[in-house]
């Protein structure tokens, strides 16, 4: 509840109470006022200018980035950028950077005595000296009479005015001719005028567009109706002076000779009739109209507004000499002046109290709306004023007796007595009962201090006060003061049913019954709970709103969390101060860091669902630091570190559109389009862009976002005007970029193409030449292999019959031997039978010879008839046995010759070398399991012996190492595998009693 008119009455003794602090020394009030204006333009308002707030005038000058200090003329282009035209070339401002643009490029003068849009948005430039030139302020293309056909028929002639029909069609006047020059459909005409004789023209000064479609041409004492569509014309001489603009059928003009400002009434098709006049007494020397208003530029210096009734609205700088004003949408008024640069005046519907309106310190901890448009306010040294919003009368009320720079006034409430109660870091302040009172100082017996950091009202003339040390209960009309608490307490609110809720630095307690001054922690009941709060509000609906300082805002219903709202949501920041729930339109207003967000919410079928709005200094507040928020009487009062903020809720946040204003590709500028196509290499982007807001200070916040397919990234927020993205990877890309309190999108797509390595149709080559590569590869690989096979085979078998060439000498060797013996022994009986064996043995050899596989039963014939040649040989000194199992397949092929070696082995050196004529040699063939086995067993004297034998022979038998040798290669060209094993035979006294070999082949059948 607010204050009853005795609370005024207390206003009278709280100022008492200074004027006695002030006789004491102890305080000095500040009661400054600064009487500054604030002008609103507007097509059904007059200029208004308050005591009640400072005027946002800004000041820009070379230091801020203008080309120069002299400013001829000023416009706005369909995009909302403002154009100067200075000494020193053009100019454009987005309200917080400068861009000039000058010779470099492209214009062919730089001092610029006046710029025009049209209604394409070109800008056209009255430079001195020359040609008119065209600009396209998106292009930023200057076309001259140097790269434009046209503008070469203008010949220079002085052009002095500018204009743009309803049509569209733009008219240039000049000084020394008698006619017009009109650009319509980018073509230069001109207009003479047959009716204006060359002795008496004088030089078109203004030319104006009447209701009924006529020109009027404003030369003075000869003032013309043009009609352009007939080409007729009429001279009409009773306009005084030069006309300064023309509404419906009324005429103002103002003349410099007699410095009279008329009001004239079109009266007949080509008559004019004064209705008014008034005596201007400072003369001008430029006159502006815009909207309901006329603008003086004064020789003398100053501006002088007027309306339609010729009354004098206001005046403004009347020690500058100023060169034109100009009003842009916004109705915001610029003025450029002859050597201070530009003076710009914003409209706003924000109130804005600082130290420059009388306010004690710029930054405002605490306010207290009241009735009437009264306001408290509380400053860091623990200082409070009254503020009359509607005249700006300020007043200082009573301070902290711990009046000191760390004594922030916390919080300012109305007690349900209708008084007042002021917290601040070191005291409580009541005002009851007519008094002032400090209740540090009331209870002696109090030792606990009272100041703190929040209070609330839970009944009546008892408080709830969260201090640095406890949370108390201070009971107003016995004095008391209870402990509830034992710690440090940052915030605590009262509920609707006799609960309660506290913050502490470890997070949130809750009593469900003050009275009982029972806590328990909640913050083991979600994790978001057990942090620190600043702010914990109680709406009439019962939801709890708890003001966090690093997790946004969080709702509870029931004590259990329903929502937390954070910068991911669109909050304005995590770090949220204070909250005031505005009940009857479910709206939650939130103090930020980063400026205010009202949150309109809902809650339906247990949903709740809510949408956030943003104020910041782009919205007009003077700081985005804010303290305190409140709402009253329909309008949302702020404490900022900059002032306090008035402002009715519903002037929310511009739609502040975003231009692109610049693409470098790969540091190259190129000319801004909605889309580019790139090349691959061309992947280094930058993106400068801008906001216009003249309203906003220069502090604007932007989103950004780079969308890629379907990836939906999350916004970026930044303060910079220009964003770079380097390596970007081929694809197409959707740039994106908005103010952080906007919801007007501006984008521009981006597709870099893929390198031609690639690209689909290098790959698919890529991978046929690939294929056709391991195909060709292994082709060639394979006929390798096969002709390193084919080559293998071809050395085996050459090798093999190689091998198989050696032993055939050496059976022969030896067999003629054994036939030489018999001859020599005179033996013919022996040498024929002998002959005759051999030579069947070598049919047999040489029809074998052929191949490398004979068949057992050939391999058993070729075996006997030797060992029948050998025994022969030797005279019958050994008796031999070749068997075969019966269960043999004599078919079966083995290894031509494998056998032979190790039976003349046997019988020439282990049977040959044994005396007596009992040597045996026993050869058997059998098979077991896959394998096919030949033992060949000799009871000669032993291979040891017989290698002492054959020390002293120049003779060395090779036939077992050839038998080796071929295996080896049958091995390599057939995969026959073959073991051999030679055994040692002796008796048990350890003589020697022969040699056994055994011969494993493993079948060919398996071995291939």
């Not at 140097?146 to 028929?153: G, Q, S």
């Not at 013919?828 to 030579?839: D, E, I, P």
Request: glycine share 6%; with cysteine.
């Amino acid at each position: 509840m607010f204050p009853t008119p005795a609370f005024y009455i207390l206003h009278y003794l709280l100022c008492s109470r200074m004027r006695t602090i002030e006789k004491k020394g102890t305080c000095r009030p500040k009661n400054k006022r600064h009487s500054h204006l604030l002008l609103a333009v507007a097509f059904s308002f007059t200029v208004l200018f308050t005591a009640a707030q400072s005027a946002n005038i800004r000041h820009y000058t070379v230091s801020d980035g203008l080309p120069s200090s002299i400013v001829y003329r000023c416009t706005q282009d369909k995009r909302g950028f403002m154009w100067f035209g200075t000494e020193s070339g053009i100019s454009r401002f987005d309200g917080k950077n400068f861009r000039n643009f000058s010779i470099s490029d492209g214009l062919t003068e730089t001092e610029i005595l006046d710029i025009f849009c049209a209604a394409n948005g070109d800008l056209w430039l009255i430079p001195f000296g020359g040609s008119p030139m065209r600009f396209d302020p998106v292009t930023q293309v200057c076309y001259t009479a140097a790269n434009d056909p046209e503008l070469k028929k203008i010949i220079y002639k002085g052009i002095l005015n500018i204009t743009q029909l309803s049509n569209g069609d733009i008219l240039f006047s000049y000084s020394n001719n008698p006619g017009l020059y009109r650009y319509s459909n980018n073509k230069i005409t001109e207009i003479l005028i047959k009716d204006i004789q060359v002795f008496d023209y004088k030089a078109i000064k203004s030319i104006h567009e009447m209701k009924d479609g006529r020109i009027l041409l404003n030369i003075p004492r000869h003032n013309i109706f043009l009609d352009m569509r007939s080409g007729n014309s009429k001279q009409i001489s009773d306009i005084p002076g030069e006309v300064i603009k023309v509404k419906d059928d009324s005429i103002f003009s103002y003349d410099p000779s007699t410095s009279y400002l008329y009001a004239l009434k079109l009266a007949a098709p080509d008559r004019v009739k004064i209705i008014d006049s008034l005596y201007v007494s400072k003369k001008a020397k430029k006159v502006n109209g815009w909207n309901d208003l006329m603008y003086f530029c004064n020789s003398s210096g100053g501006l002088d507004i007027y309306d339609h009734s010729l009354h004098l609205v206001n005046s403004l700088f009347p020690n500058e000499l100023l060169n034109a004003s100009f009003t842009d949408r916004d109705n915001n008024l610029w003025i450029c002046s002859y050597t201070r640069g530009i003076y710009c005046i914003p409209v706003s519907k924000i109130k804005i109290f600082n130290t420059t309106t009388g306010l004690a310190d710029d930054y405002v901890c605490a306010i207290h709306p009241l009735k009437n448009e009264m306001v408290i306010t509380g400053f860091p040294n623990g200082e409070m004023q009254l503020i009359n919003t509607a005249d700006g009368k300020i007043t200082s009320l009573a301070s902290s007796n711990e009046s000191n720079l760390t004594n922030r006034v916390r919080k300012i409430i109305s007690t349900a007595s209708h008084e007042l109660l002021a917290l601040s870091d070191q005291d409580l302040i009541f005002s009851g009962n007519r008094s002032i009172t400090s209740l540090s100082k009331w209870n002696p017996s109090v030792s606990a201090p009272l100041g703190g950091k929040d209070i609330c009202e839970y009944t009546k003339d008892r408080f709830l006060t969260a201090t640095t040390h406890h949370l108390l209960d201070i009971g107003l009309s016995g004095r008391t003061v209870d402990t509830i608490y034992n710690g440090r307490t940052t915030c605590v609110e009262a509920g609707l049913k006799g609960d309660a809720w506290f913050s502490t630095i470890n997070g949130v307690y809750y009593m469900e019954n003050i009275r009982k001054k029972q806590y328990e922690y909640i913050g083991n009941r979600d994790t978001l709970l057990a942090r620190r709060m600043n702010n914990i509000e109680q709406g009439p609906d019962g939801l709890v709103w708890m003001a966090s300082a690093n997790a946004g805002v969080i709702v509870l219903k029931n004590n259990r969390v329903l929502t937390q709202i954070t910068t991911a949501q669109g909050l304005a920041s995590d770090l949220c101060r204070n909250l005031f729930i505005e009940g009857p339109a479910a709206k939650a207003w939130v103090a930020t860091n980063n400026g205010i967000s009202s949150i309109h919410y809902t809650v339906e079928n247990g949903q709740f669902k809510y949408t956030v709005n943003n104020y910041n200094t782009s919205t007009g507040l003077p700081d985005n630091d804010i303290n305190k928020v409140s709402l009253y009487d329909g309008k949302v009062y702020a404490a900022t570190a900059n002032g306090l903020a008035i402002f009715p809720p519903q002037s929310q946040q511009q739609n502040i559109p975003v231009h692109i204003v610049e693409i470098l590709v790969e540091g190259q500028q190129h000319i801004i389009a909605p889309q580019f196509r790139l090349r691959y290499f061309q992947n280094d982007i930058t993106i400068a862009y801008t906001g216009i807001c003249f309203t906003c200070a220069g502090k604007l916040e932007y989103q950004y976002r780079m969308l890629t397919g379907n990836n939906d990234t999350a916004w970026v927020t930044t303060s910079n005007q220009a964003i770079t993205f380097t390596t970007m990877r081929p694809g197409k890309y959707t740039f994106q970029v908005k103010t952080a309190t906007g919801s007007s999108i501006t984008s521009i797509q981006f597709y870099i193409r893929r390198p031609w390595y690639s690209q689909w149709w290098f790959w698919g080559l890529c991978i046929t030449g690939m294929a056709a590569s391991v195909f060709l590869i292994y082709r060639l690989r394979v006929k390798n292999i096969e002709e390193k096979y084919t080559r293998a085979q071809q050395m085996a078998q050459l090798e093999l019959q190689a091998l198989q060439a050696q032993m055939n000498p050496h059976f022969i060797f030896n067999s003629l031997n054994s036939i030489q013996h018999f001859i020599s022994e005179n033996d013919s009986v022996k040498a024929q039978n002998y002959l005759g064996s051999f030579s069947r043995l070598m049919r047999l050899f040489l029809e074998s010879s052929r191949s490398k596989f004979i068949s057992l039963a050939q391999e058993k014939e070729l075996l006997t008839l030797y060992l029948q040649l050998e025994q022969l040989r030797f005279g019958n000194r050994f008796s031999y046995t070749v068997e075969t199992d019966p269960a043999l397949n004599m078919g079966h092929e083995i290894p031509s010759m494998l056998i032979q070696p190790f039976a003349e082995n046997a019988v020439n050196h282990g049977l040959f070398n044994r005396p007596g004529k009992d040597g045996n040699l026993f050869i058997h063939f059998y098979k077991e399991k896959n394998d096919l086995y030949c033992i060949i067993e000799d009871n000669g004297i032993g291979r040891k012996a017989a290698t002492e034998q054959q020390k002293d022979k120049k003779h060395i038998s090779r036939g077992m190492q050839i038998t080796e040798e071929r295996l080896k290669t049958l091995e390599q060209s057939t995969g026959l595998k073959t073991h051999i094993l030679v055994e040692d035979k002796y008796d048990d006294t350890g003589h020697a009693t022969g040699t056994k070999v055994i011969i494993k082949i493993t079948e060919q059948e398996e071995a291939v």
